[in-house]
């Protein structure tokens, strides 16, 4: 994933971008970049590999090194960025957010009718951000350029451009999966993944982009480029998981989302009659814990925070190659208090059950210290699918998940023609799915908020929100 905010202003704005930036930093950890531009020096960019240390660590002499009127910066999971590209449409920075599914295809499409090249990175890949930048520069205006790229890629694309005069431009995806929010104050304008990056710097909010929509940003005005599409697939996993607790996407709070959310869950446990002799409720830290909260408001038990993630030292992922040291990792982190947990029946909510690998670590853990029994809850419906839009599930490919793993333990490829009945805790593939995860897990009960019960608790129109990774469908 990742996220970028961006300024331009009458005057120096690198302070509040370098803020504005670093407040993205629960989108990714492996890049952070800034582009800067100045009337005197034009364009200069910089960027760090952030996978061990912060952003802030990383950027906290870049006023030493760049200045400028206008900047843009980025944290990333994937790609290094922001590029600098010179082109038929000037030279420009440019950052990305999202997913390129066909980009061998659209590579070999623009090198044939092109004569072009692009500069390969480790293993011959093609960085997706300078791709963009290429289909952007097979037309002659911003606006056009933005818009063949974004229709020609499969996937995903939120697109931040720095132009040569200082302008910005942000465009927002064709189907609105992703935020792209614009505010202002007496020196400029702003755009950003997150509202509250720029309210904290004292920027107010304008709107939030509507799907495909496009506008330039200067420090007098905003100019639409692009209205924005009828047709709207926010990405449900978004409120559940990836957003940060004070953010607000299409006017709907994470954190008052995940209090309903788990409100919901304890409602369908109580009305099915689940009678469990619960000592204390508590959340996977750290995005479980909201959900947690709404259940244990819901049902009456107390809520208690039977461990602790230790981040003073431990305050990114940090993701070493080897499982085993991973594994070591994550024990590393989780710091118990055992008089919450010995000789105690707990219940967590995840956030959601991905692969499982570090659940199944977490469980461990509580048993280790002496749990009486541990049931489990998760905020989403069972994931099935991964993500083609954002790779928001975190995984590779569908057979990567626990619930496909579990299913072709169970029935072998046949199970793969019933994935609705298994997503169905009320039918027999469901509860054997269930079942079979309780028993390798060692969890006392499992349970998944259903699709009814994450769309209530968000609050939208269904046929507004991208359920893909639960569903199979937009």
């Known amino acids: 994933m990742g996220g970028f905010f961006g300024i331009t202003s009458k005057s120096d704005c690198m302070m509040d971008v370098f803020f504005g930036v670093d407040y993205h930093s629960h989108l990714g950890t492996r890049r952070g970049g800034m582009a800067a531009y100045d009337r005197e020096i034009g364009l200069q960019r910089k960027i760090h590999n952030i996978e061990n240390a912060p952003f802030r ?61 692009f500069d390969a990175m480790t293993g011959g890949r ?39 005069d200082g302008n910005l431009i942000a465009a927002r995806d064709l189907k609105g999966r992703i935020p792209v929010q614009i505010g202002k104050n007496e020196e400029g304008y702003c755009a950003s993944f997150e509202e509250f990056a720029f309210t904290k710097l004292g920027y107010e909010k304008v709107c939030e982009l509507g799907p495909g929509e496009i506008v330039e940003l200067s420090p007098s005005g905003m100019t639409r480029l692009a209205e924005p599409q009828k047709e709207m697939r926010m990405c449900a996993f978004l409120w559940s998981y990836y957003g940060y607790p004070t953010s607000t996407y299409e006017g709907i709070n994470v954190e008052a989302m995940r209090y309903r959310n788990g409100a919901e869950i304890a409602q369908r446990d109580m009305e099915q009659g689940r009678s469990m002799d619960i000592d204390y409720v508590g959340g996977v830290p750290d995005s479980g814990t909201p959900h947690a909260i709404g259940y244990a408001n819901r049902t009456g038990f107390p809520f208690a925070r039977a461990f602790i993630k ?165």
């Not at 963009?132 to 974004?150: E, H, M, N, P, T």
């Open 57 to 117: 660590t990383k950027f906290e002499h870049i006023f030493e090194e760049m200045q400028g009127t206008s900047v843009i910066g980025c944290i990333s999971d994937s790609d290094p960025q922001p590029m600098l590209i010179r082109s038929n449409l000037g030279t420009y920075a440019i950052c990305t957010i999202g997913i390129i599914n066909n980009a061998d295809a659209l590579i070999d499409r623009y090198l044939s009718f092109s004569g072009g090249h």
């Open 126 to 164: 093609v960085n997706s951000t300078e791709l963009v930048a290429a289909l952007i520069d097979q037309k002659s205006s911003f606006a056009d350029g933005i818009r063949f790229a974004q229709s020609s890629i499969e996937g995903t694309m939120n697109i931040l451009v720095l132009k040569d």
């Open 310 to 474: 230790y981040t003073p030292t431990w305050s990114r992922s940090f993701t070493p190659a080897r499982q085993s040291d991973r594994k070591k990792i994550a024990r590393m982190k989780q710091i118990p208090v055992t008089e919450l947990i010995r000789s105690k029946n707990l219940l967590f909510v995840d956030d959601s059950i991905v692969r499982g690998t570090q659940l199944r670590e977490t469980v461990e853990f509580l048993y280790d210290n002496g749990a009486k029994s541990v049931h489990m809850r998760s905020a989403c419906p069972p994931i099935m699918y991964a993500c083609k839009y954002l790779n928001f599930s975190r995984s590779n490919g569908d057979m990567d998940l626990l619930t496909r793993q579990t299913i072709l333990e169970l029935e072998g490829e046949e199970g793969m023609n019933h994935i609705d009945e298994y997503a169905d805790g009320k039918t027999e593939r469901g509860k054997a799915m269930r079942k079979a995860i309780c028993e390798k897990f060692n969890f006392a009960s499992l349970g998944f908020q259903s699709l009814d019960g994450v769309i209530k608790a968000i609050g939208m129109e269904p046929c507004k929100l991208c359920t893909y990774c639960w569903t199979g469908k937009e």
